[in-house]
């Protein structure tokens, strides 16, 4: 383990962090790299120019890069979790009848209502 390049700072119970990116943020940068190389790949077997393709991979690369970096410096290590949660659930709760209430009211008092 001494021997890595690349260091990640960890400490207890701190979650990890790799080139400033935290948390989950690692895996959805990796998981645009697999996106831009399937992407790559698939383009050089249709045929077009390799540099085109890099060039179309390469501006996909800094896009997906800058967002991502963007998001874990928005929201952090839950935020966005947190954000997500935040939007699904509803402002406001319409009733428009009593009865679920007088329904749990006869539960509670133990009648067969």
Not at 33 to 46: C, D, E, G, P, Q
Not at 97 to 107: G, T
Request: aromatic fraction near 12%; proline fraction near 2%.
């Amino acid at each position: 383990m001494s021997n890595s390049i690349y260091t990640i700072n960890k400490g207890i119970n701190k979650s990890i962090e790799f080139k400033g990116l935290r948390a989950q943020y690692i895996w959805y940068f990796a998981g645009g790299v697999l996106i831009l190389m399937i992407v790559f790949s698939i383009l050089y077997i249709i045929g077009i120019n390799a540099f085109l393709c890099l060039t179309i991979v390469g501006a996909g690369g800094v896009l997906m890069g800058l967002k991502v970096y963007s998001w874990s410096n928005t929201y952090g290590e839950h935020g966005m979790m947190k954000a997500l949660a935040r939007r699904r659930t509803p402002k406001v709760l319409k009733s428009y009848s009593r009865s679920p209430f007088i329904n749990l009211k006869s539960k509670e008092d133990g009648s067969n209502a």
